[in-house]
């Protein structure tokens, strides 16, 4: 079964300062992979989604994300953070009807 | 279009008791997805279905029944809850297998 993995729970960044959030994912075929967003006490919300083509992927928010199949990687950038974007990530893979989640990575965005 | 809605909002229950959540969808999607989170585990699935009438397990079904008995309602049911069940529910419909999931707003549920 594919699955995602999160390396980092929390990361704190500076506003208007880049971010880099990381995503693994286990060995499959070609895999579907998204990002959501979560604001608190709000449902998730689809930043962007990979399934086949380009590698570097652009969403909403000015969020991009590259897939890496020699890295197994499928991390999320932003070129310059707004306060707006403390939230809760999650990158997700499809696996079989399903989606897995990862554990999620909370950012924290200072003045 | 309201998309995907969740009723109720928030729940407190004790010990044993039962109740039930509904997930509505109006965007004519096949597939339905209840998930819970709890801090530090992401969302996992709980049941899911693939087309009116039609149920399946996920990864923590247990203590958990479901039904989906019009297309655009998936109804979500504690027979006996406990406080292991306290967390966040959330509901998500796709069109398709694979597709993007689009989430309800999520419902509270603390178990005493």
């Known amino acids: 079964a594919q699955s995602v993995t999160q390396p980092d729970i929390h990361i704190t960044v500076s506003e208007g300062a880049s971010l880099e959030l990381r995503c693994n994912y286990s060995?499959?075929?070609?895999?579907?992979l998204f990002w959501y967003v979560q604001s608190p006490g709000q449902g998730l919300q689809l930043l962007l989604k990979?399934?086949?083509?380009?590698?570097l992927v652009q969403g909403i928010k000015g969020f991009e994300a590259e897939f890496k199949r020699s890295q197994s990687s499928f991390n999320l950038r932003k070129p310059s953070v707004h306060w707006s974007d403390a939230a809760e990530y999650f990158c997700?893979?499809?696996?079989?009807?399903?989606?897995?989640f990862g554990a999620g990575t909370t950012v924290t965005v200072r003045a | 279009n309201a998309g995907v809605t969740q009723t109720p909002k928030f729940r407190v229950l004790k010990t044993g008791q039962s109740m039930t959540l509904l997930c509505a969808q109006d965007?004519?999607?096949?597939?339905m997805y209840w998930y819970r989170q709890d801090p530090g585990m992401g969302l996992r699935l709980i049941h899911y279905?693939?087309?009116?009438?039609?149920?399946a397990k996920g990864e923590v079904p247990d203590g958990y029944n479901v039904s989906r008995l019009k297309k655009q309602n998936f109804l979500l049911g504690l027979e006996s809850a406990a406080p292991s069940q306290t967390s966040v529910y959330f509901c998500?419909?796709?069109?398709?297998?694979?597709?993007?999931?689009?989430f309800g707003p999520g419902t509270r549920l603390t178990v005493l």
């Open positions: 997700a893979v499809v696996n079989d009807y399903k989606l897995s």
């Open positions: 060995y499959g075929a070609t895999p579907y």
């Open positions: 998500a419909s796709s069109l398709l297998s694979g597709n993007e999931q689009f």
């Open positions: 279905s693939v087309g009116e009438g039609t149920t």
């Open positions: 990979y399934f086949s083509g380009d590698t």
């Open positions: 965007m004519n999607h096949e597939y």
